[in-house]
């Protein structure tokens, strides 16, 4: 697996297409749900890529503090491709979006909106849920908490 972090403006156009077609092909088909994924927060977004053999297989967004949330970098669009789930690469990608927060962007406050079912992979990760349930587009989401503070 080759990882890239890039910044909107350093993909080229082909990545920007895996990108957009992975999160299309799972959140509004594979998922069913009927939403605008481009959302005008791609350009100031860290783009995280996990290619295999040319084929973008997971994906997150790092979004700085400030965009969404005034305490919080936010990682959201984690996805991986239908095709390779349960052998570790959601775990993998996690890992190097969140190291790349801490040890980059030196940020130790990262949240997630995680869909309600995945909670337990979550935390297993580090993440704390704050707060009820709530939807989103749908679907039950929990507000998730990483902080690295000490």
């Known amino acids: 697996m080759v990882w890239s972090f890039k910044s909107f403006d350093k993909l080229v156009v ?5 990108l957009l077609k ?3 092909d799972v959140f509004v088909v594979e998922q069913n749900c009927i939403y605008s994924d481009q959302d005008d927060k791609d350009q100031e977004a860290i783009h995280v890529l996990g290619y295999k053999r040319n084929r973008l297989l997971a994906y997150a967004r ?9 305490r919080y970098t936010v990682l959201g669009r984690i996805v991986t491709h239908q095709t390779i789930r349960g052998i570790g690469l959601g775990k993998e990608l996690v890992r190097k979006s969140t190291d790349y927060c801490q040890h980059t962007l030196k940020e ?7 869909q309600s ?3 337990n992979f979550y935390q297993k990760q580090g993440f704390i849920k704050k707060g009820g349930d709530y939807l989103e587009d749908g679907i039950p989401h929990c507000a998730m908490i990483l902080s690295t503070n000490g």
Do not use: C, F, T
């Open 62 to 70: 790092i979004l700085p503090i400030g965009l969404v949330e005034e």
């Open 14 to 18: 082909q990545e920007l297409y895996d």
């Open 108 to 114: 130790s406050n990262i949240k997630i909106s995680a």
């Open 22 to 24: 992975l999160r299309s």
């Open 117 to 119: 079912h995945l909670k």
